[in-house]
Structures are given as C-alpha cells and as structure tokens.
C-alpha cells in the first residue's frame, strides 16, 4: 500500500494535492491548502535557524524576475492553491469591493494627475487615456493652441500584462524636442530606456536594455546619461549616450557595493548632476552643459555620515547638506569652478527642528521645502537675502512641489490637498511669498469635506517621544471606544509619510471608521534624526511606537482592542509583523502590501539587489552584535502559538526587494500556529513587482480589496474557519 505522507512529499505528489480546488469543510469555508513542511537548517550568518518553508524559495531568482514564468513548478503550484484558497475566501467580499470602489469614484470621478507645469512656452500635463490603467502625457502651448501627445503608455504597453514607468513619469529635454521614458514589461525592475522625438514620434533610442531608470539629457538634447544594472539588479557604471551616432561612452565607473546612482539636471539646466549615495554617505559629480562630453567633475568625494545634494542658483552651487553635525540639515553655496568641501559657503544655517527637505531654485528666487512639527511648509528665499515662511490651515496636509518649471518663472506652481480636501493647484508668487489657486479643486456634489474632520495628536512612545499621529473621521463620530480602525504607517529609510487625499479612505470613514497614519520613527516628518535613531540596532523604537500609538486610541476612545486593522508595505512589514507578535489581541487583522516579513533569510540572498545597500539602514549581518538585532526582532521567527487576527498578505513573484517568499512564509506558519478562527491568506500575483499594478485603476482596485478585508475582518464576518 502507499504511504499517503510519503507520496504527498514528493514533487509529484505535491503538484497533485494542490493543483485540486479548495476541500470545503463542514463549515461553509474551505479547508486551506497544507503544502509540505521541510525542515532545513539555513543561515550564512550567526546561528543556524530552522525554516520549514525554505523550500519555497526559488533558486533561479534573477532568472524569475526576468521571466516570472520559469519559477520551479512545485512552488507555483503552492503559490496557485494559495491563491485559489485567497480568492474563495474573498469572493464574498466582492460586492462590498464594489461598493467601496463605486463611492470613492464618487468623491472623485476623474483621479488629478500631476500638477500642471510651464517650461519652454508649453503647458504640460496628464489625463486619463482610454486604458484607464494608464495616464497620457500631453503638452499645449502656454499661448494658446492644440494639444499634443508627449507619451501614450497605453499605445506603448499594448496587450502586455504589465507595463510600468520608473517613477511613473516620463523626462524631457530642456529644448522640449524629446522625450525619454524607462519602461519595465515584468515589474521586477529590468528597465529599457527610450527616446523618441515628440513632434514626430521617431524613436531615437528603443535599446538601452538592463538600465537601473535613472536617466536624464544634457541641455542641449543630444546626449542622454543613464545607469546600467548589473547581473544582481544593482546599479552599475553611469553611461553617456550619443544620440545621433547610438554610441555609449562610460562616464563614471561601478561605484562599489552598496550605493544607489541618481542623474539628474539643475532647475537652471545648466548641469547634469550625478549622485551616488546611501543611507548614510553620499557624492555628486557635475557636467557642464556647455562641455557635456567634459569629464564628471567631483564635488565632495564620500565621507562617512556626510550626506549632500547639489543644485545651481545663478553664478553659485547650492548644496543642501548634513555637514558638521547639521542633522536637520543647512544650505551652503560654493562657487561653480571650485566646488570643493573647503570652499563651501553657509547660506542657511542648521536650524535643530526645521528639517530642509528639498531647495527649488529660480532665477529670481527660491523656495525651500521644510518640515517643522511634522508638517511640511515653504519658505521664499529672495535673492537679496529676504525670506519669507508660508504657512498653511489645515492640521495635517501636502504639498507637492513639482520639478522642471520654468527657471525664468515668477511664481512656483505646486498642489495642495489634506486627508479630507481634494488637491488644489496653487501658485507661489516668488517676489512676495503670496499665495492664490491657480486652478480649484474639483469636487463632487456629493462630497462634502465639511462632514470630516482631520485631527493632528502628539502620542508618547514607551521613550517619553512624542509620535505625530494623522486621524481621519467622520465630524459626527463618537469616541465610544466602538469604532474600527485602519492604522497605517512605514517607518523606514527616512521615507515621508504624506497626509494626501485619498477618495478611498473617505468611503471607508463613512462607513463608521477612523482612518490613522502613525509618523513613527523611521520615516522623516521630524527631520534626520527621526530616522537616524532607528538605524542598525534602533530599529525597535519603529515598533514600541507604532504600539504605543495604537494603545493610546484605545484608550482615548477612537478605537477598543480587536477593532483595529494594520496595513504595511514594504519594510512597513516589520511594523505589522512585531506588532501581531507581541500584541496580536489588539488586531481584527493584518494586511501586508509586499511585506518585509523574513529579514533573516534576505540577509543570507548574497545577490539580493538591494544587498549591501541596506547595510546603513539594518546593520551588517556579518557583524554578531548587528545580526543578533536582527534576529531579535525577525516577525517570521518570532511567529507563536496564539489567537492571531486575519491575515492578508498580497505579494509579486517579479518583486525585486522584498521576495514573495515573506508574504507565503509568514501566512502558512501564521496558519500552521494560529489557535483562532481567523483566516490566513496569501496573494502572490505572477507580474506587478513591488508596488504592484501601475495606475489608478490597480490603485483603487487594491484598495477597495483591503479596506472590504478589513470590514470583514473587523466584524468577524468569516466566523471560525478551518485551519487545517
């Protein structure tokens, strides 16, 4: 007779019992697949460990992320009953999904695009196309006339299953002839540049393959300077191509391990600007626009904990820098032909509490970007050495600045919108410091901001710091301590965590919740030294104050323990994941959006792309003390037996940071030590890569999954359902 365990265990086997749809139990859920459990020793760092779920981790990644379709066939066939058993389960949700789609396209029927700016006598902007999943780029003179096509995604994807842009934008040349864009097929970040002429739409370039995305023109339009990508998906040499002849020329070489490259032209165009950097260091290197086939030229080699950025203001360098212990960062000017660290210059001094984010030069003025009191604000800076500070009413809101106006402009264009107030264009008179809409917000009629209220709360941490925290409710809810709750945050790589509108959230706070986002430390509201103190062996201040924050709306009645919902993304993944370990009671669920999960098994990928890159940001695994951090805290390790909330756990098999291993792993161990009755789901999509689908729609189909995941979740709608 054969031995039904031994058969299962083998590939064959496996293939067989999970490629069979969900076993209904007596309940009226499905029994959730049982894929093998291996137990193998692994770890190339400190103690050996035990995975049971090693074996799902692919050994052709790199492979993977190019062709997602060359994944082993026994872990697809676990990943397709997982999604199987995650599409049973979520099926009764999809009405309600198409409710909360249907309400927030209310709020606000036409997505805005990015804000409108003037360069070059052109107006340029975006609009949906007829692919709803993608926008169209267009431009119309600033004059007067016919509009005209930039780039049209749509026409460019074709019936591809995924099509994403780096940044989700295009680039153009300062004379407005051409425009560039770096495409990715896969998700997984193997990105192909592109030049075309915009009149015409001749392509000029359509084989820069295997480029990291950064790109950008010289001034005059006839050289394109782009990064390459080595065979571990990390950035490589910086090339100079030659648009009328094709050929390349290596401008700068592979910088070592562990840097990101960025190119990139001054407001002024008067430079291209190449930075190489990380978390903790950083250099640029300059080239003319009158010599752009002239040698970069260095302006401060690296130095540990010396971070700096370089713009051109006029006859002067202005360098936006840490230096000298300016934690929150000052502004000093250097002259343009000698731009070393010895003839640096202060302009703005280190102010301790006003983070400068960002400069925005013209020829006239310009304009810094500032965050105080976790808020960001601008300051008009004139050339007479006159500043003026612009302020703003609402408790918690952005603003964004968009890059390539005219550096001849009188005024900087920029949007701003809150939690509950649709994004207004606005412009910034530079001579004055005034203010005044250029275009209003579109509002629907059956929208109303007034019946919502944004509240800005100031929460102790375990430490005695204080955690900004943004709240989004109804003007009319009681604090009965009843109401569910969504609480967001990320925390990490000193990443801001904006207060935007989002229609989404508005049709989830009309039903009765509260939606929160927890400024924990990690990211950068409060300036450097807010994500500073979390790096290497800090990082579990991110946790005590995202539990801290959810323990004092709980006691200040927004919310009661089991109501609250989590949602992470990315390295947010390691707020979710301790949280759930250390307080699973106060959860009715989890939702993990490419989740950082298993940071132990990422450390011991010695071709992960982001390899030692992350090092200034979560310590270096072949330092002891820095791996016993680590593993102090590793949400995947750390999994025990308890009565855990519902799990959503969405991921990509093209995702190049964070490996689709996190998500799996953690919601079949989750199931495997679960003592409730609360269902344990993983998503793995076979394309999108980290962020996902591009485009609004995958947007708002993604958020209306997780915010009826949550209302389930929240109201136990799933009952007890079998585990195993």
């Not at 002259?335 to 960002?358: C, T």
């Not at 919902?565 to 979710?576: D, K, M």
Request: proline content about 8%; overall charge positive; some cysteine.
């Amino acid at each position: 007779m054969i031995d039904r365990r031994r058969f299962l265990s083998t590939t064959g086997g496996v293939l067989a019992a999970l490629a069979a749809p969900p076993v209904l139990a007596q309940s009226r859920w499905p029994v959730p697949p049982q894929p093998p459990r291996r137990p193998q020793l692994t770890g190339n760092y400190g103690p050996k460990r035990i995975d049971e779920y090693l074996w799902l981790r692919t050994k052709r990644w790199h492979e993977v992320l190019k062709d997602p379709t060359v994944l082993e066939p026994e872990i697809k066939a676990v990943i397709d009953a997982e999604n199987r058993y995650a599409d049973a389960m979520l099926e009764p949700t999809l009405p309600l999904q198409r409710a909360l789609r249907a309400r927030a396209a209310e709020i606000q029927p036409v997505p805005p695009g990015p804000v409108e700016v003037t360069h070059g006598g052109f107006v340029y902007f975006t609009r949906r196309s007829s692919d709803p999943r993608y926008p169209i780029f267009l431009r119309r003179p600033a004059g007067g006339g016919a509009e005209q096509v930039v780039f049209d995604p749509a026409r460019r994807a074709g019936r591809t299953g995924f099509y994403g842009l780096y940044r989700n934008t295009v680039q153009r040349s300062a004379d407005g002839r051409l425009v560039g864009w770096a495409e990715d097929r896969v998700g997984s970040g193997q990105f192909r540049i592109c030049v075309a002429e915009i009149a015409t739409g001749r392509m000029l370039v359509d084989a820069i393959d295997q480029a990291h995305g950064s790109f950008d023109f010289d001034a005059g339009g006839q050289y394109l300077f782009w990064v390459a990508r080595n065979a571990a998906g990390r950035p490589a040499a910086v090339f100079r191509r030659d648009l009328r002849s094709g050929t390349d020329t290596e401008v700068l070489d592979p910088p070592g391990e562990g840097l990101f490259i960025d190119v990139s032209r001054t407001a002024s165009g008067g430079f291209v600007v190449i930075r190489r950097f990380n978390g903790s260091t950083a250099e640029s290197y300059l080239v003319s626009a009158a010599q752009p086939t002239a040698a970069p030229r260095l302006v401060a080699p690296r130095m540990p904990d010396l971070r700096y950025t370089v713009d051109h203001w006029n006859d002067r360098l202005v360098i936006l820098t840490d230096v000298d212990g300016a934690v929150d960062m000052k502004v000093m000017t250097a002259p343009i032909d000698r731009p070393e660290r010895e003839n640096w210059q202060e302009l703005v001094p280190h102010r301790p509490g006003r983070s400068i984010v960002a400069l925005h030069p013209f020829r006239d003025g310009m304009v810094r970007l500032e965050w105080k009191d976790a808020k960001p604000q601008l300051v008009v800076m004139r050339p007479d050495g006159g500043e003026q500070d612009v302020t703003f009413d609402e408790q918690a809101y952005t603003l964004d600045l968009p890059r390539g106006q005219d550096w001849d402009a009188t005024s900087l264009t920029f949007g701003y919108e809150s939690p509950r107030l649709p994004r207004e264009t606005r412009r910034l008179t530079l001579s004055t410091g005034a203010q005044a809409a250029a275009s209003p917000a579109i509002r629907s009629a059956s929208f109303d901001p007034n019946r919502f209220v944004v509240e800005r709360l100031e929460v102790p941490s375990t430490d005695g710091v204080r955690v900004p925290v943004t709240l989004l409710r109804r003007r009319d809810a009681a604090r009965d301590g009843r109401s569910p709750l969504y609480l967001y945050a990320y925390g990490s790589y000193g990443a801001i965590q904006e207060a935007s509108f989002v229609p989404a959230n508005l049709a989830l706070v009309e039903r009765g919740w509260t939606f929160v986002i927890a400024h924990v430390r990690g990211g950068g509201e409060r300036g450097s030294q807010w994500w500073r103190q979390v790096l290497r062996t800090g990082k579990k201040r991110s946790f005590e104050d995202y539990l801290a924050c959810a323990d004092h709306l709980v006691r200040n009645g927004y919310t009661a323990a089991g109501r609250i919902v989590a949602e992470g993304f990315s390295a947010g993944g390691l707020l979710i994941g301790n949280a759930v370990v250390e307080r699973p009671e106060l959860f009715a669920g989890i939702v993990g959006r490419a989740a950082y999960l298993d940071p132990l098994a990422a450390k011991d990928i010695k071709d992960h792309p982001l390899g030692p890159s992350a090092i200034p940001i979560w310590g270096d695994p072949a330092n002891p003390a820095e791996y016993a951090y680590i593993a102090s805290y590793a949400p995947y390790e750390h999994l025990r037996k308890a009565s855990l909330p519902a799990m959503l756990m969405v991921s990509s098999i093209a995702d190049d940071r964070v490996m689709y291993t996190d998500a799996l792993k953690f919601a079949l161990r989750a199931r495997a030590l679960t003592t409730g009755g609360q269902p344990m789901m993983a998503k793995i999509a076979s394309v999108g890569g980290h962020v996902g689908l591009p485009g609004p729609e995958a947007a708002a189909e993604r958020k209306a999954l997780f915010h009826a995941f949550a209302i389930w979740a929240a109201d136990h709608r799933w009952g007890a359902v079998p585990q195993r």
